[in-house]
């Protein structure tokens, strides 16, 4: 049987590939998961604290910060959460 997955979901997976620390995240959480307490691997999707987790994915990041600019959905409904606002912290 075969999942039907949104575009943007797949580009966000195929981030992983390219991003150092999405590869020893995953690496992490494949052979630990209770290693990491602040993130979890849900279906090949990283989450930190239980939110979707981008990585530095500047294309995907800068697609969900236009399509949030354009449109209705308020900003305290969103809880995708970027990589660099979040390590900064």
Same mark, same amino acid.
């Given at each position: +049987?075969?999942v039907? #997955?949104?575009?943007?979901? !797949?580009?966000? +997976?195929?981030?992983?590939? @390219?991003?150092?620390?999405? *590869? &020893? %995240? =995953? !690496?992490? %959480?494949?052979?630990?998961?209770? *290693?990491?307490?602040?993130?979890?691997?849900?279906?090949g =999707?990283? #989450?930190? &604290?239980? #939110? %979707?987790? $981008?990585?530095?994915?500047? &294309?995907? @990041?800068?697609?969900? =910060?236009?399509?949030l600019?354009?449109?209705?959905? *308020? @900003?305290?409904?969103?809880? $995708?959460? %970027?990589? *660099?606002?979040?390590?900064?912290?």
């Amino acid at each position: +049987m075969s999942v039907s #997955r949104p575009t943007w979901i !797949t580009e966000v +997976m195929n981030g992983y590939f @390219q991003d150092e620390h999405a *590869q &020893k %995240l =995953l !690496t992490e %959480l494949a052979v630990d998961p209770s *290693q990491n307490h602040h993130y979890s691997l849900q279906d090949g =999707l990283i #989450r930190y &604290k239980g #939110r %979707l987790w $981008i990585g530095h994915n500047t &294309k995907v @990041q800068n697609s969900i =910060l236009t399509a949030l600019h354009h449109s209705d959905i *308020q @900003q305290n409904q969103i809880s $995708i959460c %970027l990589a *660099q606002y979040e390590e900064s912290n």
